[in-house]
């Protein structure tokens, strides 16, 4: 069982910076692969960024050169900073862990935290 927690959200104006944090406990979590989702209002949930367990990233091409997703294993975190912040990135935004094993997929959420950019 892997429980994540996100931190870090809230509201900033057109071209501000966040970073957001999930901390992770549990077993094996240098395993998983993290990722953070968003789901605006009226959207479905959409991949923003994930980082492998062998550190590789990709992000949804909407946020690439303004985001950046990264983990400290050593502390079973993983952040993503968000830089040039536009209004269409207003969204609730969800910690993801993810592993396959040799018989199931390990899949988990956090509870979601708020990003609202605005004027």
């Known amino acids: 069982q892997v429980q994540l927690v996100e931190s870090g959200g809230g509201s900033v104006q057109p071209g501000g910076s966040l970073r957001l944090s999930c901390a992770a406990s549990g077993s094996f979590i240098s395993m998983y692969a993290m990722g953070w989702y968003r789901q605006g209002s009226a959207k479905q949930r959409e991949l923003v960024a994930i980082?492998?367990?062998?550190?590789?990233?990709s992000y949804v091409e909407s946020v690439k050169g303004r985001f950046i997703i990264s983990r400290d294993n050593a502390k079973s975190t993983v952040y993503l900073e968000m830089t040039s912040l536009k209004p269409e990135d207003t969204a609730v935004y969800y910690c993801n862990a993810n592993r396959v094993g040799h018989r199931q997929t390990f899949n988990y959420w956090g509870q979601g935290t708020q990003v609202t950019v605005s004027s």
């Open positions: 980082v492998t367990s062998t550190g590789d990233r």
